[in-house]
């Protein structure tokens, strides 16, 4: 079948082949991706009980929806030909793993854990596997488990029999079949606790419990006799770790564990400390981006959505870090351990799961996981309406600070049950403008607006779209894309609206607080502003970079360091929020420091334009201008007519002595202000590098009366620090009230 077509699949190669299927790696033509091809064995395509055990393991996949569960996309036929369409997975099956010979207890126990994960998401769901095996489960190359192949799946009933093909024969695989199902008795979940029981046998000793191969031995052996303890194969293997093996294998099903919950404790009371105990150190956690189980690229908008929803739910609770949307999206689709994410991110836990939004429904799963051993301590998956949505999201929160054992202040406990349902497509229009928004290209920002405003069209009452739209607009400002004036008028009519349907929302308070110090030059209401935001979500990390901004043009150089630092606690792969620290080092004149942090953000992000040009402003101050007026030169070579680079390589060479290049600068400056885009603050700063107070003065009053934005430093930029006892320099600073 190579090269043939079904439908919109293109066959490419085979995967690998059993008694109940052929599995195929194809192309989706339509989507443009590949994917896995599950159709029946030769022998059976004539077979109708055949095909409605495919077609059952397509109805019984779309019930689940959990990270360690191979995902279905699509069941279709072509030509007579039924098939599935699955992720396409990549590394090795657990019977190719241990073809070499057996694992460690500690990665038996590792793999374990989130077989039994898998196994309790389709139990909840009333789902039984009934055929787990070491070729239905995957491990992909970070060492994740995947269970497949529930063609055998059976829905829980009061009387759920054993598994038989039309003739009346067993089917399925016999060394890991429960007594009861070998027997074509009735079975429950216990059934694939024994399979599981089995997979950890294997896996640690490298043998089956019951080695017979012919077959009657083999079920005499399954219904008659127990297996030999896993120490007489392997004596290093612990007391504990056998006891737990030997009850999940008992004959009688009464014997076993009751449920996968018992199994999980089981298997995390070997991995080392009670469960309670590590999850009471969970301090500190990131939220990896959630998987698009839709497999159609165009969804991604919403994963990403749903993943920057639940950090931000999850940012409301104060005695918990956790790491912002930006740092978190660096590690879409890495293939990384877990551990080493963990120690980059400097923090305790892991939060990795998978989204699916179908029609008006959306499903969400999440696991969460010891960040030092890669420990799995929590599972779970949820269900809802997407009006419902905001609900979903605070009770994947709720579930998860219960889990780490956080305690909740009376208003966390009170805003994280505040939902309200949400209009759908309002929904999704804001989750494509904030995927939009996020890239920060201008472009990008220009389309969010668009996408922003349908949300609102869509459902007037949605403060979030409002408060979208008012980041939109600041960043086109703050990015000299359109006249500042006119972007912040917007960004405040879109914030105060936000604000009255929902006076709890802190990315709007944020944005007030930026309009207040930027617009309206208020340092007392800015500050109102910003606190409020922070106390109603303190893990936002775009907050805390703009307070502590707010706080260096207070003059507050101590304060806004500790806050900034906190950002970049929160946010450790943004590099606009790495700057903040260097920022305030800055203006408290601390500037060989400055220099020292600025240069490890640009080194850690080659290439960020505004990092650049921070560090070129630092190395100015701290007297290296030759250094300072190369990187300036380098950064207008390649980002072009950057206005902060303009304006720093024009005082660079002020203060050089290089007048002629340090007054085109100037003239450069002044085309922008002629456009609505230049500062009339930079040319004055040029000035005073030429030693032209007079003129300098003339241009900050020229500022004063074109509302120049960079006027919110006036008290505090080391450049004006030669005019600071004019009378004139002390009128116009009169007017921006900053020190609050």
Same mark, same amino acid.
């Given at each position: 079948m190579i090269g043939e077509a079904l439908s919109h699949y293109r066959i490419l190669a085979p995967l690998g082949a059993g008694g109940m299927g052929v599995v195929y790696r194809a192309r989706d033509e339509r989507l443009e991706r590949e994917v896995a091809l599950k159709l029946l064995p030769p022998g059976a395509v004539g077979d109708e009980s055949a095909r409605r055990r495919l077609r059952h393991e397509a109805v019984a996949l779309s019930r689940l929806n959990h990270p360690a569960i191979a995902t279905i996309y699509a069941f279709d036929s072509d030509r007579d030909t039924d098939f599935l369409v699955m992720e396409l997975l990549a590394g090795q099956t657990l019977a190719e793993r241990l073809a070499p010979g057996p694992m460690s207890e500690a990665e038996a126990v590792?793999?374990? #854990?989130? @077989? %039994?994960? %898998? #196994?309790?998401?389709a139990h909840e769901q009333g789902v039984v596997h009934r055929d787990l095996k070491p070729s239905n489960v995957m491990i992909n190359p970070r060492g994740r488990a995947k269970v497949l192949d529930f063609g055998l799946a059976r829905l829980l009933g009061p009387a759920s029999a054993g598994v038989t093909s039309a003739s009346g024969e067993i089917v399925g695989t016999l060394a890991y079949m429960a007594p009861e199902q070998l027997l074509g008795r009735a079975v429950d979940a216990r059934a694939d606790l024994y399979a599981l029981g089995a997979l950890l046998y294997?896996? =640690?000793t490298g043998r089956r419990p019951h080695p017979e191969t012919e077959l009657a031995a083999l079920t005499y052996a399954v219904v008659h006799t127990? /297996?030999?303890?896993? !120490?007489?194969? *392997?004596?290093? #293997?612990? /007391? =504990?770790?056998? =006891?737990?093996?030997? !009850? =999940?294998?008992? !004959?009688?099903?009464? *014997? *076993?564990?009751?449920?996968?919950p018992d199994v999980l404790a089981a298997l995390q009371a070997l991995v080392g400390a009670p469960a309670q105990r590590i999850r009471e150190g969970i301090r500190s956690l990131a939220v990896l981006p959630l998987a698009n189980l839709s497999g159609d690229p165009a969804q991604e908008f919403f994963s990403d959505g749903m993943t920057e929803a639940l950090i931000s739910t999850l940012a409301q609770i104060g005695a918990l870090r956790v790491i912002s949307r930006t740092s978190a999206m660096r590690y879409k689709g890495a293939s990384r351990p877990l551990p080493e994410i963990a120690r980059e991110l400097d923090v305790d836990a892991i939060v990795?799961?998978?989204? #699916?939004?179908?029609g008006d429904r959306v499903r969400i799963g999440a696991t969460l996981i010891e960040g030092a051993t890669d420990r799995h301590l929590w599972a779970r998956s949820y269900e809802r309406e997407v009006r419902d949505v905001l609900a979903l999201q605070s009770e994947v929160a709720r579930a998860i600070a219960d889990e780490v054992r956080v305690r909740l202040t009376p208003g966390e406990v009170s805003r994280l049950a505040e939902t309200r349902p949400v209009d759908p497509d309002a929904y999704r229009l804001y989750l494509q403008g904030r995927h939009l928004w996020n890239r920060r290209a201008p472009e990008a920002v220009r389309d969010s607006v668009r996408y922003f405003e349908d949300s609102i069209a869509a459902d007037p009452t949605y403060a979030v779209a409002y408060s979208g739209l008012a980041d939109a607009w600041n960043i086109l400002g703050d990015l000299s894309q359109m006249p500042s004036g006119d972007a912040f008028s917007r960004a405040f009519a879109a914030t105060r609206r936000a604000l009255e349907l929902d006076e709890n929302l802190a990315e709007a308070w944020t944005s007030l607080g930026f309009l207040h110090q930027h617009r309206d030059w208020d340092g007392p209401a800015a500050r109102v502003a910003f606190d409020r935001a922070i106390a109603l979500k303190p893990g936002y990390a775009s907050g805390r970079h703009w307070r502590a901004e707010f706080l260096v043009a207070c003059g507050e150089f101590e304060e806004a360091l500790a806050e900034a630092r906190i950002a970049a606690q929160l946010d450790p792969l943004s590099p606009v929020i790495l700057t903040g620290p260097g920022d305030a080092l800055f203006f408290a004149r601390r500037y060989d420091e400055a220099v020292q942090h600025l240069r490890r953000v640009t080194q850690f992000t080659p290439g960020f334009v505004a990092g650049e040009t921070d560090l070129g402003r630092a190395l100015t101050h701290a007297g290296r201008l030759d250094e300072a007026i190369a990187l300036f030169r380098d950064v207008a070579r390649r980002a072009g007519s950057n206005p902060y680079a303009s304006a720093g390589l024009g005082y660079a060479l002020a203060l050089a002595g290089q007048r002629e290049e340090a007054e085109r600068a100037i003239e450069e400056l002044v085309r922008r202000i002629e456009a609505g885009t230049g500062s009339a603050h %930079?040319?004055?700063? @040029?000035?005073?590098?030429?030693g032209e107070r007079e003129r300098a003065l003339e241009w900050l009053e020229r500022a004063l009366a074109l509302h120049d934005r960079g006027l919110v430093w006036i008290h505090v930029h080391p450049r004006l620090d030669p005019l600071r006892g004019e009378p004139r320099f002390r009128a116009i600073a009169e007017h921006v009230r900053m020190p609050g």
């Open positions: 590792a793999l374990g #854990l989130q @077989i %039994a994960e %898998a #196994l309790g998401a294997e896996m =640690a127990a /297996p030999v303890a896993p !120490r007489h194969v *392997r004596p290093e #293997l612990s /007391p =504990a770790f056998e =006891a737990l093996v030997l !009850r =999940a294998l008992e !004959r009688d099903p009464a *014997r *076993r564990f009751a449920s996968v990795e799961g998978a989204v #699916l939004m179908n %930079a040319v004055a700063s @040029i000035y005073l590098g030429l």
